[in-house]
C-alpha cells in the first residue's frame, strides 16, 4: 500500500471524491430514467466487484512470505502521533497523515456503490458492511503474518472513508433529483397566428 501513499496530494483527494461523486451521480440519474430496470443496480455491482479487487489487492498482498513475519497489531488510536516519547519529524506526521486519507479514499467507494447496487439496504446496513469490511481486512493481515501490520488507525480512517462514501451517494442522489427535476430547458413554441 506505500506504493499509493506517495500519491496522495490534494489534487488527487480532490480528483477521487469527484470521480466518486460524478459516479454517484450517473448512477443516480441513470437509476432514475429506468426505476424498474436491472442494470444501474448490475453496473454498481460489477464496478463494487471491481473495487473490491483492487482493495483486496492493495491491502492484502503480501509483502514477505506468508506465516514469515509476526502477528504485529497496534490497538492505540493515534499512538504514532501522540507519543510523547518520541516527537515526530515533519515528514513522518505528513506519512501518516497521507496514510491516513489513503486508507479513507480506499473504502469511501464501497458504501457509495452498495447504495446502488443494493438499493433496498439502508444507510447503517452499507456503513456496517464497509466497517465489517475494514475489520476482516485488519485481522486478515494479522493472522497472515505476511509483513503487514493490524492497525487500529486504518479501521478507523476507513470508517471515515465510509461515512464519507455514505454523505457522496446522498449528495448524488440529491443532485441527480435537482437534475431531473430543472430537466432541460426548452424554448417555448408559438402556434403560428
Same mark, same amino acid.
Not at 458504501?111 to 465489517?132: Q, T
Given at each position: 500500500?506505500? #506504493?499509493?501513499?506517495?500519491?496522495?496530494?490534494?489534487?488527487?483527494?480532490?480528483?477521487?471524491?469527484?470521480?466518486?461523486?460524478?459516479?454517484?451521480?450517473?448512477?443516480?440519474?441513470?437509476?432514475?430514467?429506468?426505476? /424498474?430496470?436491472?442494470?444501474?443496480? =448490475?453496473? &454498481?455491482?460489477?464496478?463494487? !466487484?471491481?473495487?473490491?479487487?483492487?482493495?483486496?489487492?492493495?491491502?492484502? !498482498?503480501?509483502? #514477505?512470505?506468508?506465516?514469515?513475519g509476526?502477528?504485529?497489531?497496534?490497538?492505540?488510536?493515534?499512538?504514532?502521533?501522540?507519543?510523547?516519547?518520541?516527537?515526530?519529524?515533519p515528514?513522518?506526521? /505528513?506519512?501518516?497523515?497521507?496514510?491516513?486519507?489513503?486508507?479513507?479514499?480506499?473504502y469511501?467507494?464501497?458504501?457509495?456503490?452498495?447504495?446502488?447496487?443494493? +438499493?433496498?439496504?439502508?444507510?447503517?446496513?452499507?456503513?456496517?458492511?464497509?466497517?465489517?469490511?475494514?475489520?476482516a481486512?485488519?485481522?486478515? #493481515?494479522?493472522?497472515?503474518?505476511?509483513?503487514?501490520?493490524?492497525?487500529?488507525?486504518?479501521?478507523?480512517?476507513?470508517?471515515?472513508? &465510509?461515512?464519507?462514501?455514505?454523505?457522496? +451517494? !446522498?449528495l +448524488?442522489?440529491? !443532485?441527480?433529483?435537482?437534475?431531473? =427535476?430543472?430537466?432541460?430547458?426548452?424554448?417555448?413554441?408559438?402556434?403560428?397566428?
Amino acid at each position: 500500500m506505500w #506504493q499509493l501513499i506517495w500519491g496522495i496530494t490534494p489534487v488527487t483527494v480532490a480528483l477521487h471524491l469527484l470521480g466518486a461523486l460524478a459516479v454517484g451521480t450517473g448512477l443516480a440519474l441513470w437509476e432514475g430514467r429506468d426505476p /424498474a430496470g436491472p442494470w444501474p443496480r =448490475r453496473t &454498481a455491482g460489477v464496478l463494487l !466487484a471491481g473495487w473490491l479487487a483492487l482493495l483486496l489487492v492493495a491491502t492484502l !498482498a503480501p509483502v #514477505q512470505p506468508v506465516g514469515s513475519g509476526d502477528a504485529t497489531v497496534w490497538w492505540l488510536p493515534g499512538a504514532e502521533l501522540f507519543d510523547p516519547g518520541a516527537p515526530l519529524l515533519p515528514d513522518e506526521a /505528513a506519512v501518516l497523515v497521507r496514510e491516513q486519507l489513503t486508507g479513507a479514499a480506499l473504502y469511501l467507494p464501497v458504501p457509495l456503490l452498495l447504495r446502488f447496487a443494493v +438499493a433496498r439496504r439502508s444507510a447503517a446496513w452499507a456503513f456496517g458492511l464497509s466497517v465489517a469490511l475494514c475489520v476482516a481486512v485488519e485481522a486478515a #493481515q494479522a493472522v497472515m503474518r505476511a509483513g503487514r501490520i493490524a492497525d487500529v488507525n486504518d479501521v478507523l480512517s476507513g470508517a471515515a472513508g &465510509a461515512g464519507l462514501g455514505l454523505g457522496l +451517494a !446522498a449528495l +448524488a442522489r440529491w !443532485a441527480a433529483a435537482v437534475m431531473r =427535476r430543472a430537466g432541460p430547458r426548452r424554448r417555448a413554441v408559438r402556434a403560428a397566428p
